[in-house]
């Protein structure tokens, strides 16, 4: 029954065995996007966030098991303090709107980052909404915030360091997997499909370790601007290409991807 929804809900021109399992979003553009328009920043932010609402809805009824959002990087907390203020209210507006909807469409919700650098009251309301969230079993909403992948990086060397250093572990053990149990995305399956708005070419510290054989997708469109018909392009295009995953020899892809455990 599930299976024949997803394929309903899909554009025609999507098929729902070669969708990614994994999409990862850098959300860019908003500033500019406001200021095209002689608009303050928050103007930007304020839309992007309605973006941010439509591709969530839409990444779940098309079937895609996670999606991960770069909302709020590490750099970010140099901007202005009104501006960081305004996201800040902008994710508590969001998680609290939208709590209900997210329940009913059995989407969980998981964060990435240093969070204990998030004023209180978020920190709470991403609690409360994660355990508001924690028996739901579908989608998986993965929202970066206050995260960069150097840090991430950089705090899993501290803990695996930590647990050498206790004799807890043998250095000549270590390998990708018990690195990867030490870092904040641990037990999300790396990103198949990266999308980048607003022109720019670069990952900009996201997802650095995870995104290593991710297909990158870049659009002109601003944050706010990327709409329905321009992520089923995106989705269209992910579709059409051949993973190798750095093989020489040509695989089903559906041996290559990795499974979503749930």
Known sequence: MESEYIQNSLPGILRKEKLPNHVAI????NGRWAKQRNRPRVFG??????????????????????LTVYGFSE???????????????LMNTYLLRERQELLERNVQLRVLGRIE????KTQR????????????TGMVLNVAISYGARTEILDACRKVAECVKNGE????????DIFEEAMHSWRIPDPDLLIRTSG?????????????????YFTQKAWPDFDTAEY??????????????GLLVDEPEKKLQSEFPC
Request: no cysteine.
């Open 26 to 29: 850098i959300m860019d553009g």
């Open 45 to 66: 932010h304020r839309h992007g966030l309605e973006t941010m609402r439509n591709i969530v809805k839409k990444s779940d009824q098309f079937g895609i098991k996670v």
């Open 75 to 89: 750099e970010n907390w140099g901007r202005p303090q009104y501006e960081v203020s305004v996201l800040m209210s």
């Open 117 to 120: 650098r998030l004023p209180a």
């Open 125 to 136: 309301i991403l609690a409360e909404t994660q355990e508001f969230l924690s028996q739901n």
């Open 169 to 176: 572990l043998n250095p000549e053990d270590i390998d990708s």
């Open 200 to 216: 720019e070419l670069r990952i900009s510290n996201f997802l650095l370790w995870q995104a290593a054989y991710a297909e990158l």
């Open 232 to 245: 089923v392009l995106a989705l269209e295009e992910y579709q059409n290409r051949q993973r190798r995953f």
